[in-house]
């Protein structure tokens, strides 16, 4: 699932909304038969999809190398740190009587590969509180 542009022309889009730059939220019917919002967080760089920013490192004074960064979706090690602290946060939450305005639920792995070039992408997936911090 990748954020596009409501003009695109890919097949079997889900409708949904921008919640951030590099998330969206949409509508899910679930298995057993209810309707869930679903956050998906780094589902792509606004309607871009996943785009390499090319940017230059200096690794010391008169040397500059170039190097690349892929924008709009997560990485391993971010969509587990993610989800652990959120699931920690909705904890503290709701000891104190207030909800948060995500659960974590899993990921999403895109189509990677074993080299820098194809580096796997993540989503993090959460079930999406319209009604955030309830008092």
């Not at 990748?2 to 889900?14: A, D, H, I, P, R």
């Not at 919640?19 to 038969?33: E, L, N, T």
């Not at 679903?38 to 999809?49: A, F, S, V």
Request: glycine share 12%.
């Amino acid at each position: 699932m990748v954020k596009v542009s409501s003009e695109s022309q890919l097949e079997g889009k889900v409708a949904g909304s921008a919640s951030g730059k590099r998330s969206a939220i949409i509508d899910v019917k679930m298995a057993d038969g209810t309707e869930k919002m679903i956050r998906l967080k780094g589902c792509g760089n606004e309607d871009q999809g996943f785009i390499d920013q090319n940017y230059l490192v200096t690794i010391h004074k008169d040397k500059a190398v170039g190097s690349k960064e892929i924008r709009g979706c997560q990485f391993e090690n971010s969509t587990y740190r993610e989800s652990y602290l959120q699931n920690k946060v909705n904890q503290i939450l709701s000891e104190n009587g207030l909800v948060g305005a995500n659960k974590p639920i899993g990921f999403w792995k895109y189509s990677g590969g074993d080299t820098p070039e194809e580096v796997w992408r993540w989503s993090e997936v959460g079930v999406a509180n319209p009604y955030p911090l309830q008092i």
